[in-house]
């Protein structure tokens, strides 16, 4: 869906919730890709994964598929999972029922698709980046891969023989990848 002519962000903000999602940028409405069945077991397993680290460690909460807006960009983004740690966290629960949450998470996680344009994955990382997310992590699983970008670092690609953490977002977050991307392999039949 493509709106017809520019629209504000807040004239955004006020139309229904789409499935799949639907983002805003630079005055025009974006959906994003349908997920894959890979795509899909990926988030779920690593929502299930940060869900688990974070009832028993309490530094924040794990959401998928949140719109967050940045109203300096006129922006409103999906990533599909993220996490905020608690101090930054909307304060009511007015605040968590009012749809887009006009906080930047500190973890955005985006698993690319067959259908992601290479472009748009690009462009929503540098966003992120610019916004002041202090870790993204792009996931391909179509490469078993991890790209783990922080501000001001150089992007380190994972493979599935390494181990993924979550500093400075998440004080002891560690996860093999051999056992996320496992999960593409569970009761296939080659």
């Known amino acids: 869906m493509v709106a017809t002519k520019p629209m504000t962000l807040d004239q955004f903000l006020e139309l229904p919730e789409t499935e799949p999602p639907s983002e805003f940028v630079c005055g025009r409405i974006v959906e994003k890709p349908m997920p894959t069945w890979f795509h899909s077991r990926i988030a779920a397993r690593l929502a299930a994964l940060l869900e ?9 909460y794990v959401n998928v598929e949140l719109r967050h807006a940045a109203r300096a960009e006129a922006r409103a983004y999906v990533p599909d999972l993220s996490v905020t740690r608690w101090e930054r966290a909307p304060s009511t629960l007015a605040e968590r ?14 698993t690319v698709s067959p259908d992601d344009r ?73």
């Open 52 to 60: 688990m680290y974070l009832m028993e460690h309490d530094e924040g």
């Open 97 to 110: 029922r009012e749809g887009a949450i006009e906080t930047t998470p500190d973890l955005a996680v985006e």
């Open 118 to 190: 290479p472009g748009r994955v690009a462009d929503k990382l540098a966003f992120y980046l610019r916004a002041g997310v202090p870790l993204v992590w792009i996931i391909d699983p179509d490469d078993r891969t991890v790209s783990v970008y922080r501000p001001t670092e150089q992007v380190r690609v994972l493979s599935e023989a390494d181990t993924l953490d979550a500093a400075p977002v998440l004080a002891s977050f560690s996860l093999r990848l051999a056992g996320l991307f496992g999960v593409l392999s569970e009761r296939a039949r080659d």
